[in-house]
């Protein structure tokens, strides 16, 4: 690879018939330290005693690269982070023991989690199921810090798909062959939101998600946060929207975690679809533990660290109420969900204390089950 280096700004991708401006691939079209390309996935089971959340980040004006694995097995959680320098190879997902490949783009990835100290490994082939929607949201002008700068976007897709391999969770191995695994993804590129820290968004506080999110996949719909997304080839448009939601939520009393909620959902096509989600017990990933909102042991945000190449991990009870309170933020609770006659499971991404906040209040479309 030492070739590379002396090729500057030149890397493998170039080589491929792909550019879209005068500029090689790996030169980003902005100078704003926080622009990103991210890949993230939750991969679960349809019974509730394993979650996994693993995702990457690319950080080309920082010349950063970092990824993160977090495993819920019955309540136990165990996460692998890794950093390293970006280099010249757009192309390489791997960092440390978290070695991503792209199979087939749009189609196809296998995931693999090298074995490692934090005792979390795995093997898995994952293959999109729905239709995938290009996307872009764009900030407003007052969004931008320091003030005068341009409004931040975030583009990408998001879709649904099959899991098939196993996990190694300690002395358990975990087989998920055909049929006994599902999962979400997205694949977002652009401004990031909160990345580099409060040093990076003077003035601002920046919330490490949003509060409504949820990603439920049925038979004839799936929702991924207000896009309904639909099977390669169904005859109906691309995609869907989600108009209008009503969610009535529970929570922990002392934690203000969620526990149960019931979703109203509206459809741009006037179907009306009522959603109840059941967190599976402790199956949560606390996505503090992958960047969003800062590590608990050392405050790290995404595209923060810039020292030497690093490996390190955690492990937590997540039975443990304490526990459940220090690592509360982001967090993506396993449910089982139920509409009419259907059930399947998903996950529910409400941003807390901020979704009970916003019950207590009685904030439009918000209020306690």
């Not at 165990?78 to 087939?104: N, S, Y």
């Not at 975030?154 to 099959?162: D, K, L, Q, R």
């Not at 080839?233 to 995609?239: E, K, L, T």
């Not at 993506?332 to 509409?339: F, L, P, S, V």
Request: net charge negative; charged share 25%.
């Amino acid at each position: 690879m030492a070739h590379l280096a002396e090729q500057f700004p030149l890397a493998p991708i170039d080589d491929h018939l792909v550019h879209q401006t005068p500029d090689p691939v790996r030169v980003a079209w902005s100078t704003d330290p926080r622009f990103y390309e991210r890949y993230w996935n939750v991969f679960h089971d349809d019974v509730g005693d394993l979650v996994l959340a693993v995702g990457g980040s690319f950080y080309p004006n920082l010349d950063a690269a970092e990824a993160y694995v977090i495993a819920n097995y019955r309540g136990r959680q165990r996460c692998v982070r890794a950093f390293r320098r970006l280099g010249a190879d757009r192309m390489d997902l791997r960092v440390g023991p978290i070695r991503p490949t792209i199979v087939e783009g749009l189609r196809r990835w296998h995931h693999t989690l090298e074995p490692n100290e934090w005792g979390v490994s795995f093997e898995l082939d994952w293959v999109d199921a729905k239709r995938q929607v290009y996307n872009a949201s764009y900030g407003s002008l007052r969004d931008g810090s320091p003030a005068g700068g341009q409004r931040h976007v975030t583009a990408g897709f998001e879709g649904f798909g099959h899991v098939t391999g196993w996990v190694q969770v300690g002395d358990v191995r975990v087989e998920w062959p055909a049929g006994a695994a599902r999962g979400t993804r997205d694949r977002h590129w652009g401004i990031g939101r909160g990345v580099g820290g409060p040093a990076m968004h003077p003035g601002r506080t920046v919330k490490a998600g949003w509060k409504g999110g949820n990603w439920i996949w049925f038979d004839d719909f799936a929702v991924w946060g207000r896009t309904v997304l639909y099977d390669f080839g169904d005859p109906r448009p691309a995609a869907g929207r989600v108009v209008r939601v009503e969610r009535r939520l529970r929570f922990e009393k002392n934690t203000k975690i969620f526990v149960e909620g019931v979703l109203d959902y509206t459809f741009d096509d006037d179907q009306k679809r009522q959603v109840h989600f059941e967190r599976l017990g402790f199956q949560t990933v606390y996505m503090r533990c992958g960047m969003y909102g800062g590590t608990p042991d050392k405050d790290i945000h995404h595209g923060q660290y810039a020292g030497p190449d690093l490996v390190e991990g955690d492990e937590y009870d997540v039975t443990d109420e304490a526990v459940r309170a220090r690592l509360s933020g982001l967090n993506e609770h396993h449910c089982r969900i139920t509409c009419g006659a259907q059930v399947t499971t998903g996950i529910l991404q409400p941003l807390e204390p901020d979704a009970y906040e916003a019950c207590a209040r009685g904030e439009p479309g918000w209020s306690f089950l």
